[in-house]
């Protein structure tokens, strides 16, 4: 009981000290489908924004909905060719007209392959990804797979093996088809497994590449489509932050961009799709409307979001009780790790709960870590993350306490059995034993009226002398 009583005052400090640190926080707004909502509404149809450093989902809109990815689609084909090809320096490819001819008439982004010019593998993927050159796309494709069709269900099947759900490609460029299409969530899937491969994230962060002569043209210099890494192409729109990743834009489609940036520690991914909504004053969208979102939520993201820990390790937040404990009747429970999560830089203090999941009570012996529940951390109703809660110590088990304890649970769990058992056995044994007196009986009393009637007759036969 003395263990109980003194891990009180240290509980009531860590609780003191949690509520210090969340009461230095003061207002919070939620979207609909993220954590927060920023102060104004993106002019895009679809958005998906994590902070890599929690995995977080910050805001979203519409991150279900099938939209046209366009040229986006290049960050999976991208996949496929890296998983793919060993050695993208010594693959090479040439170009032919019947993959020229798919492209004739579409007016779409190129690099100007040539029928019978070759390129390698790491040139062409240069090509595809800075220049959104659907040429060096498709040529890639039918060298991986033999077809381009072949390559198009390595990306179906590779985008099933990631979790999308509402994404089907019919080709590698992302020219618009109605069968063509993704969602936010799922192209943030594609992208956050794709920046795990160095050379993507190398590619995607270059804003321009040197490709040697050919045989058949001279040194060409691709130019990023994104703009945002260059503060000469983008102007206002140049955002230093920014580490990348694709472009995409058709009718259909409407300007969309896949992004990720890193600034003073923190890591974010965005995926802008659709981004034709007017302005505030009605302006129409352009075609750097993507851009513009892009850098506003970033903005607002760097500068309202900030990374605290929340609940330490070590802080007993909450008792359980233990049966058939030798010297407490309680065991104290902690999270397995410190909980660090991303929270606006002011909060209200009353938004942020966390609910528990743990049993009414445990039997000794516990053994100090051992799992004992969880919990989920929310803010203003908006789930922040899990816990797992471990016991803080050790508890060995009274051996006569657990045997007494059994037994009485043995008793009251047997009751009837038992009592059918002091009951209705004895009675048995009795009535049984009254049957075999009672046969007993019947036995004696048959043969004795035989002996006592010959005795009669025996005494009768005798006479007395006076």
Request: proline share 4%; with cysteine.
């Amino acid at each position: 009981m003395k263990e109980k009583k003194n891990s009180r005052p240290v509980q009531r400090l860590l609780c003191f000290m949690l509520a210090v640190v969340l009461c230095t926080m003061a207002g919070i707004s939620l979207s609909a489908e993220g954590l927060y909502t920023p102060p104004e509404e993106p002019r895009a149809q679809a958005v998906y924004m994590v902070n890599e450093d929690t995995g977080l989902v910050v805001y979203a809109k519409n991150a279900e909905a099938k939209m046209y990815p366009a040229s986006m689609t290049k960050v999976m084909s991208a996949i496929i060719i890296l998983e793919n090809v060993q050695d993208l320096d010594n693959t090479k490819a040439t170009m032919t007209i019947d993959l020229m001819n798919i492209l004739a008439g579409t007016g779409s982004s190129n690099i100007g392959l040539v029928a019978g010019e070759e390129m390698t593998m790491r040139q062409l993927l240069y090509g595809m990804l800075l220049a959104s050159g659907n040429d060096a796309a498709l040529l890639a494709a039918r060298t991986v797979s033999g077809s381009v069709e072949a390559f198009v269900e390595k990306m179906n099947a590779k985008a099933a093996e990631l979790g999308c759900v509402n994404t089907h490609f019919v080709n590698p460029h992302g020219l618009h088809d109605e069968n063509h299409y993704t969602t936010a969530h799922d192209m943030y899937r594609i992208t956050a497994y794709a920046m795990k491969n160095p050379i993507f994230s190398e590619i995607v962060g270059t804003q321009q590449y040197k490709v040697p002569a050919t045989n058949k043209k001279p040194e060409r210099l691709l130019v990023s489509t994104n703009v945002m890494l260059s503060r000469n192409l983008g102007g206002s729109l140049y955002y230093e932050p920014i580490r990348g990743i694709k472009t995409g834009r058709t009718t259909p489609a409407g300007p969309c961009f896949v992004s990720r940036a890193v600034k003073d520690g923190y890591t974010y991914t965005m995926v802008v799709m659709k981004a034709d909504l007017p302005d505030a004053e009605g302006n129409p969208a352009t075609g750097t409307t993507s851009f513009a979102v892009t850098k506003q939520l970033y903005q607002w993201a760097f500068s309202n979001l900030t990374l605290q820990e929340l609940i330490k390790q070590e802080a007993v937040l909450k008792t359980v009780p233990v049966k058939y404990a030798t010297a407490v009747d309680a065991v104290g429970v902690t999270p397995d790790k410190t909980f660090i999560s991303l929270i606006p830089k002011t909060a209200d203090a009353s938004s942020i709960v966390v609910e528990y999941t743990l049993p009414s009570e445990l039997e000794a012996p516990v053994q100090k870590g051992q799992v004992v529940g969880s919990a989920v951390v929310k803010i203003a109703g908006q789930e922040l993350g899990k816990l797992t809660l471990v016991a803080n110590e050790d508890i060995d088990r009274n051996i006569i306490l657990f045997f007494f304890s059994k037994a009485a649970d043995f008793i009251g769990e047997h009751i009837i059995v038992i009592l059918v058992i002091v009951i209705l056995v004895p009675l048995m044994f009795w009535m049984i034993s009254q049957a075999i007196r009672r046969r007993k009986r019947i036995k004696r009393g048959l043969g004795g009226g035989k002996t006592r009637s010959r005795r009669k007759k025996v005494y009768r036969g005798r006479r007395r002398r006076y």
